[in-house]
């Protein structure tokens, strides 16, 4: 039996170079309001410092990262905090819904719409040639800008409560995401991306 079948089919996104996977409820066995809580409460959030063209500055959101590997971009790097049974649960639904292995996760905790995340690839050399990314949100819906590094091209996906993005194959070789601020009131969103580091 091949431990990572998938027990639920994700809907492809069609788009140029890349591979993207969409489901709209992962299932869990709690309501996402309370992962949302729980998430927020539970986990050991840090505002984080990273290096950008030699100037230092404040990452504009909260960060955890979970799993047996340190982490390392833009000069920072995370020492690991272990998997914590909620983490764990949500990682198996994961892995159920995308076929994948994951041994870690970064959490991004956006506090409100001045919170956000600058365009970037998830290409570091230890998630392989082809990184495989569940991207798992709570909360606020926020868009997910898409842009591709030669054509310039762009999507923008509205990341709703309880839902999955995949990202596999050359998607990060070929687009960069990410999270723009919004002067829209909107709450809290927590986002987790579950990825395998080799
Ligand atoms: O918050 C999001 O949806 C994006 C997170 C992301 O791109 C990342 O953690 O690398
Ligand atoms: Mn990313």
Do not use: C
């Amino acid at each position: 039996m091949d431990l990572f079948a998938p027990d639920t089919a994700l809907t492809p996104i069609p788009l140029r170079d890349g591979e993207l996977g969409w489901l709209a409820q992962l299932p869990l066995p709690w309501p996402n309001e309370v992962v949302l809580a729980r998430l927020i409460a539970e986990t050991a959030w840090r505002e984080e410092t990273v290096v950008v063209y030699g100037k230092r500055h404040l990452q504009p959101r909260l960060s955890a990262w979970h799993g047996d590997k340190a982490y390392r971009y833009s000069g920072l790097s995370l020492a690991p905090l272990p998997f914590t049974p909620l983490l764990d649960t949500i990682r198996l639904a994961a892995e159920n819904a995308t076929g994948r292995p994951y041994n870690s996760v970064l959490l991004n905790y956006y506090r409100d719409g001045r919170d956000s995340m600058g365009m970037h690839s998830d290409d570091e050399p230890e998630l392989g040639p082809a990184p495989a990314i569940a991207s798992v949100s709570f909360g606020a819906t926020r868009t997910f800008s898409l842009r591709h590094k030669a054509t310039k091209e762009t999507l923008k996906l509205p990341l709703t409560d309880g839902s999955l993005l995949f990202m596999g194959g050359a998607m990060q070789a070929n687009w960069m995401h990410g999270i723009n601020k919004t002067a829209r009131p909107v709450g809290a969103r927590v986002n987790l991306t579950f990825r395998n580091i080799e």
